[in-house]
T-cell receptor
Framework: DAGVIQSPRHEVTEMGQEVTLRCKPI?????LFWYRQTMMRGLELLIYFNNNVPIDDSGMPEDRFSAKMPNASFSTLKIQPSEPRDSAVYFC???????????FGQGTRLTVV | GDSVTQMEGPVTLSEEAFLTINCTYT??????LFWYVQYPGEGLQLLLK?????DKGSNKGFEATYRKETTSFHLEKGSVQVSDSAVYFCALSDSYNNNDMRFGAGTRLTVKP
């Protein structure tokens, strides 16, 4: 398996634009996590899914953020409208659950100017 | 809710020095515990794990023992190398809390020759 695949690797956008980050989890993994990493706040859990259903979205910073998982092999994290303070590295991870390790993608570095 | 607290960095050591990075946790159930490592510009990689009390995880010379009585999972290495320079994250996954993966703030380690 190729591991967790995220796209794009880098994204630079202007404030107010819509940004969509994409993730393909490892096949057979039932859990998918979205994290945001910044120098100030470290690694924050934004939302996670189990069997394509959002379980906990309490980490989503505000209504500008939304995440979907239309099927077991694809998830998106959307920011609309984007703001400079959204600049961060966004990681997607997947796992089989039941106290197992999460496998991380390479991350998407988002810069909002 | 579940949480992980780890030693704040940064930590700077000379090559061949002994390393300890402290990690304590709070959890509702009986979590699995993990140490992840993040090299510059990369995603998080699993370093080692332990799934029950008194288990010792080990990999690449790193070790950590699951201590339920002290709710700790301290990372140790007897002799660090320059190539160990990275950010280290302690994490837990708790089946009593829907298996979401919670991370500590991360500890940046720099090893000087």
């Amino acid at each position: 398996d190729a591991g967790v695949i995220q796209s794009p690797r880098h994204e630079v956008t202007e404030m107010g634009q819509e940004v969509t980050l994409r993730c393909k989890p490892i096949s057979g993994h039932d859990y998918l996590f979205w994290y945001r990493q910044t120098m100030m706040r470290g690694l924050e859990l934004l939302i996670y899914f189990n069997n394509n259903v959002p379980i906990d979205d309490s980490g989503m910073p505000e209504d500008r953020f939304s995440a979907k998982m239309p099927n077991a092999s694809f998830s998106t994290l959307k920011i609309q409208p984007s703001e400079p303070r959204d600049s961060a590295v966004y990681f997607c991870a997947s796992s089989t659950g039941v106290n197992t390790e999460a496998f991380f993608g390479q991350g998407t570095r988002l810069t909002v100017v | 809710g579940d949480s992980v607290t780890q030693m704040e960095g940064p930590v700077t050591l000379s090559e061949e020095a002994f390393l300890t990075i402290n990690c304590t946790y709070t959890a509702t159930g009986y979590p699995s515990l993990f140490w992840y490592v993040q090299y510059p510009g990369e995603g998080l990689q699993l370093l080692l794990k332990a799934t029950k009390a008194d288990d010792k995880g080990s990999n690449k010379g790193f070790e950590a023992t699951y201590r339920k009585e002290t709710t700790s999972f301290h990372l140790e290495k007897g002799s660090v190398q320059v190539s160990d320079s990275a950010v280290y994250f302690c994490a837990l996954s708790d089946s009593y809390n829907n298996n979401d993966m919670r991370f500590g703030a991360g500890t940046r380690l720099t090893v000087k020759p």
